[in-house]
C-alpha cells in the first residue's frame, strides 16, 4: 500500500503544516505547538465521507440581497463600502493606535440606533466610563445601542445568539480570547479561531459584524494574514495623527468596489465628513511661490486634487541628496534623471526633496509630470501660474504618456476654477466636456516646459 502523504501535524499558534512533527515550529518558533490534525473518515472508496447529497442552485433560484444594504448615515463610509453595510457581513477596519477606529464606529453605530436598528458595541479595550467619555463628545444617543466591556468571546457569542443585534462593533480583535485555545490574546491562533467564531456568529445569525484590528510597524493587521482573507470587506483608516484628516480606503470588497476612499476631519465633537476633499487638500497652499505644482489623482472612481511641492538647492557637498515624502523616492530619481537627459540640465549636485502635501502616499504615476515641473520651477525658480493643472505620465525619453481617466480629472479641476490644464496630448482627441477651460496638449517634457514658460 502507498504510504500516504497527507498533512499529519499542525502548529496551534500559526498554522503551519507538517507531514513531522516538531518540538519547535520551523515556523513561529513556538515550542510544543505542534498538533495532530485530525483526519477525516474515510469512505470505503478511500474518499472524504461527506453528509447529505449537496445541491447546486442556478442564479435565478438564488435571492439577491443588494436591495438590503443598510445605511450607515455617513456618504463617506456607504461609499467605501459599496452603498452601505450588507447584512451578516464581516467587516474588518485596520490603522494605527489613536486614529480614529473607535470613535468612526461608535458614529456610526450611533447613527444606526438612531436610524431605529439594533446594536451592540463591545469593546475590550476601555471601560464603560471611558466609552461615555468619547460618546459624550460625540452627541447625543438615541435609540437601541447598548455597550459591553468583555473580552471572553464565547460569552460573546452566546449574548449574540440570544440578543440578536443587527450589527456589532468587537473593538478589538487583538484583546479577544477563546477559552479553548491555549495562547494569549493577540496570538495568531487566538486572533484566527475568534474571527473564525465572529464568521460563523455573522453568516449564521446574519449579524453585520465589525472588527477593529491594529496595525502593526510594517503596515499589516496584526494577527495572521488570514484575518484578510476571512472577512468580507477589509477597511484601512490612515492619515497622519498629528494632521487632522483621515482617509478611509476599502482594500478588499467583496460587495463593491475596492480602492473607493472617504474623507474625514477628526474634530473636537468627533469625526466630520469632508464632502470636498479636493478643496480640503489645497487650503493654504502657496500663490506665486515657485516649486508648487497642482496635480489630479484617482482614488478609486473618485479625482482627488492635490499640490506637489519640490526644492532644488545647490548641494553644500559634493553629491546631491534626494528626499521624497509622499511618492517613491527611485520614482523622483528617475525622473531627475530624465530631466538631465531630456532638457539638458545638470542636477547632479541638487539636493532635491519632493513632497505631496496633505500627508498622503500616492503610487499612481500621473502624478509625474507635475513632478518634474515642480522640480523645474524650483530649480528655475519659475513660479507656476496658480489656476493651472497638469496631468500626465512621463517615459524615460520625456515623452508625456496618457493617463486614465483624464475627463474626471478635469472635470474635478474645473469644478474647483482652474482655468488652464496641461495634458498629454493624446487626451486632447476625446471630448473632456470642461466648458470653460484651456486644454494645453504637450507630447514631451520640452513642450510643457514651453507651456509653463509662456504662462
Ligand atoms: P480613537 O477612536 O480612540 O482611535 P483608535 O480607536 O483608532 O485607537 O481616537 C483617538 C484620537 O482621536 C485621540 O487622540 C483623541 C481624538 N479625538 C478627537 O480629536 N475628537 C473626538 O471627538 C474624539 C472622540 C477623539
Ligand atoms: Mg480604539
Not at 34 to 40: L, R
Not at 402 to 430: C, D, Y
Request: with cysteine; net charge neutral; proline share 4%.
Amino acid at each position: 500500500m502507498a504510504k500516504e502523504k497527507a498533512t499529519a501535524f499542525f502548529c496551534k499558534e500559526c498554522g503551519y503544516e507538517s507531514a513531522k512533527w516538531y518540538g519547535m515550529c520551523p515556523s513561529c518558533h513556538a515550542y510544543n505547538s505542534m498538533v495532530e490534525a485530525p483526519k477525516a473518515p474515510k469512505t470505503a472508496s478511500g474518499a472524504p465521507r461527506t453528509g447529505a447529497r449537496p445541491i447546486p442552485r442556478r442564479l435565478e433560484e438564488i435571492a439577491s440581497e443588494e436591495g438590503d444594504r443598510i445605511g450607515t448615515g455617513s456618504e463617506e463610509l456607504d461609499r467605501v463600502l459599496g452603498g452601505g453595510i450588507l447584512p451578516g457581513s464581516l467587516i474588518l477596519t485596520g490603522g494605527d493606535p489613536g486614529i480614529g477606529k473607535s470613535t468612526l464606529l461608535l458614529q456610526v453605530f450611533r447613527n444606526l440606533a438612531r436610524a431605529g436598528h439594533k446594536v451592540l458595541y463591545i469593546s475590550g479595550e476601555e471601560s464603560l466610563r471611558q466609552l461615555k467619555l468619547r460618546a459624550d463628545r460625540i452627541g447625543a444617543f438615541t435609540g437601541e445601542i447598548s455597550f459591553l466591556c468583555e473580552t471572553d468571546l464565547d460569552a460573546i457569542a452566546e449574548l449574540l445568539r440570544e440578543e440578536k443585534p443587527e450589527a456589532v462593533v468587537i473593538d478589538s480583535i487583538q484583546t479577544m480570547s477563546r477559552g479553548d485555545v491555549a495562547s494569549a490574546p493577540g496570538s495568531p491562533a487566538q486572533v484566527r479561531e475568534c474571527t473564525n467564531l465572529l464568521l460563523t456568529l455573522a453568516k449564521s445569525l446574519t449579524i453585520s459584524i465589525f472588527i477593529v484590528g491594529h496595525v502593526t510597524k510594517d503596515g499589516t493587521v496584526a494577527g495572521p494574514r488570514l484575518l484578510e482573507h476571512m472577512v468580507d470587506t477589509v477597511l484601512y483608516f490612515e492619515g497622519d495623527r498629528h494632521a487632522s484628516y483621515r482617509i478611509l480606503r476599502a482594500v478588499k470588497n467583496r460587495f463593491g468596489a475596492t480602492g473607493e476612499i472617504g474623507v474625514f476631519e477628526m474634530t473636537a465633537e468627533g469625526l466630520k465628513e469632508v464632502p470636498n476633499p479636493s478643496a480640503f487638500m489645497l487650503n493654504g497652499r502657496p500663490e506665486g511661490a515657485s516649486g508648487s505644482v497642482i496635480t489630479g489623482v484617482m482614488e478609486g472612481t473618485r479625482p482627488l486634487l492635490l499640490e506637489v511641492q519640490a526644492l532644488l538647492t545647490r548641494t553644500a557637498y559634493g553629491m546631491g541628496r534626494r528626499t521624497a515624502a509622499g511618492i517613491d523616492y527611485n520614482r523622483v530619481s528617475l525622473l531627475l534623471a530624465v530631466m538631465e537627459k531630456r532638457l539638458g540640465l545638470s542636477l547632479g549636485d541638487c539636493d532635491a526633496y519632493v513632497n505631496i502635501t496633505g500627508g498622503l502616499r500616492i503610487s499612481d504615476p500621473s502624478l509625474d509630470l507635475a513632478v518634474v515641473l515642480a522640480m523645474y520651477s524650483s530649480y528655475r525658480d519659475l513660479p507656476i501660474d496658480a489656476s493651472t493643472v497638469v496631468f500626465g505620465e512621463v517615459g524615460l525619453s520625456g515623452e508625456i504618456r496618457a493617463v486614465p481617466m483624464i475627463k474626471e480629472r478635469v472635470q474635478e479641476a474645473a469644478r474647483l476654477g482652474f482655468s488652464t490644464a496641461i495634458l498629454p496630448k493624446s487626451a486632447l482627441r476625446a471630448d473632456l466636456g470642461a466648458k470653460g477651460m484651456r486644454l494645453i496638449g504637450a507630447a514631451n517634457l520640452e513642450e510643457a516646459i514651453k507651456v509653463i514658460k509662456a504662462e
